[in-house]
């Protein structure tokens, strides 16, 4: 079974760019989720997707932060404009258990 | 607000003693709890869960944990540790509320085990 796919791994951005995360789920799950993990610290849900609605997004830092899963099954998360602080990895998981992705290493200067 | 607490920011242990990696948590509501761990520049891996039945929830490479529900406490055990299971550890809850539907998945802040050889 392959797992969560996510795409790039690493990404450098200057402050004020914008930057986009894309995330493939494992076949069949229909719970997508969008974490953010600053470094030493747990993982902070930024949003969850049932199918291609969202049922959690109270953490989205939504003047800044965008998701969307159109069609339920990928998902690209968006940051515009970029801060210092979005410096972080962003996972994202899929199904009940969540199954997470290797990640994608954020770094802003 | 339901909330996760990891007391100890590291947790070093002998390769052959056991282990524990302690876990309390708050939540409004019947829990679902999780252990996951994180090994260095790699994603979190799902390890087990508690979700109703036996309150011993055997996981992944000889893991298992203990629901107690007076004590709100869900924490991780290894009989005997391995050099290979140092690495950091996440627990996470999440409530179900009796009218339907559930809260979103919170996080501890982790744990670092270290097993020494």
């Known amino acids: 079974e392959a797992g969560v796919a996510q795409s790039p791994r690493y990404k450098i951005i200057e402050k004020r760019q914008s930057v986009a995360f894309w995330c493939n789920p494992i076949?069949?799950?229909?719970?997508l989720y969008w974490y953010q993990q600053i470094l030493g610290q747990g993982p902070k849900l930024l949003i969850q997707f049932q199918n291609n609605g969202v049922v959690d997004d109270s953490q989205l830092p939504k003047d800044r932060f965008s998701a969307e899963r159109l069609k339920g099954v990928d998902s690209t998360l968006k940051i515009q404009p970029a801060k210092l602080e979005d410096s972080a990895v962003y996972l994202c998981?899929?199904?009940?258990?969540?199954?997470f992705g290797p990640g994608t290493r954020l770094t802003v200067t | 607000a339901q909330s996760v607490a990891q007391p100890e920011d590291q947790v070093n242990v002998a390769e052959g003693n056991p282990l524990t990696v302690k876990c309390t948590y708050s939540v409004s509501g019947n829990p679902y709890l999780f252990w996951y761990v994180q090994y260095p520049n790699r994603g979190l891996q799902f390890l087990l869960k508690?979700?109703?039945?036996?309150?011993l929830v055997k996981g992944s490479y000889g893991f298992e944990a203990e629901f107690n529900k007076s004590q709100t406490s869900f924490h991780l055990k290894k009989p005997s540790a391995l050099v290979s299971d140092s690495a950091l550890y996440f627990c996470?809850?999440?409530?179900?509320?009796?009218?339907?539907?559930?809260?979103?998945?919170?996080f501890g802040t982790g744990t670092k085990l270290q097993v020494i050889p």
């Open positions: 996470a809850v999440r409530g179900f509320k009796n009218s339907g539907g559930y809260q979103k998945v919170t």
């Open positions: 998981a899929s199904g009940g258990e969540q199954y």
């Open positions: 076949s069949g799950h229909a719970t």
């Open positions: 508690y979700i109703t039945g036996d309150n």
